[in-house]
T-cell receptor, first 118, second 112 residues
Framework: GAVVSQHPSWVICKSGTSVKIECRSL??????MFWYRQFPKQSLMLMAT?????????EQGVEKDKFLINHASLTLSTLTVTSAHPEDSSFYIC??????????????FGPGTRLTVL | SQQGEEDPQALSIQEGENATMNCSYK?????LQWYRQNSGRGLVHLIL?????REKHSGRLRVTLDTSKKSSSLLITASRAADTASYFC????????????FGAGTRLAVHP
């Protein structure tokens, strides 16, 4: 199956700093990428949908100025957590869909990034 | 908000037994998918069942879909300790960009 990578796999930062997480599709062109957040023992919550070359669409309750998403190419989307606080500590997971295969095909998930804000 | 609910929230069984997890959703879907997640790890895609399908098999996995009841079930037969994980259903509904929305998940523990 297609491979999606995330970098870094884990990051620890101080409160008030910004953290950038990268999501890359390694062997296909991802016209659409999705960002999820998962708190311990909970399910994945969709944060935003990222389309190459256009602004991201954020889910209700997600602050767009705090979680900056850039989908600059067909293989890379980035999520920047700005002015991170301890409550932003979570597991962030991206997924990507191969745009050539139509809208109902499988999404491929990255391995996740664990963010800890001290 | 979450698309649907799963039950049970937690399931504990012995190796060799079957495990059944249920998922309900709220809106019309294009397809429904099941994923597995080991503790603190990424997701593993198990099965995708389309809205016009009623049952699908993959190895020891059997998924059913009842669109009239807006529900799906995942059956794992002859479970193994290695099946211990959280299992999530996720639906793709026609809400723009075909977003994948996850259910709350079932934590399965298979004891040797």
């Amino acid at each position: 199956g297609a491979v999606v990578s995330q970098h870094p796999s884990w990051v620890i930062c101080k409160s008030g700093t910004s953290v950038k997480i990268e999501c890359r599709s390694l062997d296909f062109q991802a016209t659409t990428m999705f960002w999820y957040r998962q708190f311990p023992k909970q399910s994945l919550m969709l944060m935003a949908t990222s389309n190459e070359g256009s602004k991201a669409t954020y889910e209700q309750g997600v602050e767009k100025d705090k979680f900056l998403i850039n989908h600059a190419s067909l293989t890379l989307s980035t999520l920047t957590v700005t002015s991170a606080h301890p409550e932003d500590s979570s597991f962030y997971i991206c997924s990507a869909r191969d745009g050539r295969e139509g809208p109902n095909n499988e999404q491929f998930f990255g391995p996740g990034t664990r963010l800890t804000v001290l | 908000s979450q698309q649907g609910e799963e039950d049970p929230q937690a399931l504990s069984i012995q190796e060799g037994e079957n495990a059944t997890m249920n998922c309900s959703y709220k809106t019309s879907i294009n397809n429904l998918q099941w994923y597995r997640q080991n503790s603190g790890r990424g997701l593993v895609h198990l099965i995708l069942i389309r809205s016009n399908e009623r049952e699908k098999h993959s190895g020891r996995l059997r998924v059913t879909l009842d669109t009239s009841k807006k529900s799906s079930s995942l059956l794992i037969t002859a479970s193994r300790a290695a099946d211990t994980a959280s299992y999530f259903c996720a639906t793709v509904f026609s809400g723009g960009y075909n977003k994948l929305i996850f259910g709350a998940g079932t934590r399965l523990a298979v004891h040797p």
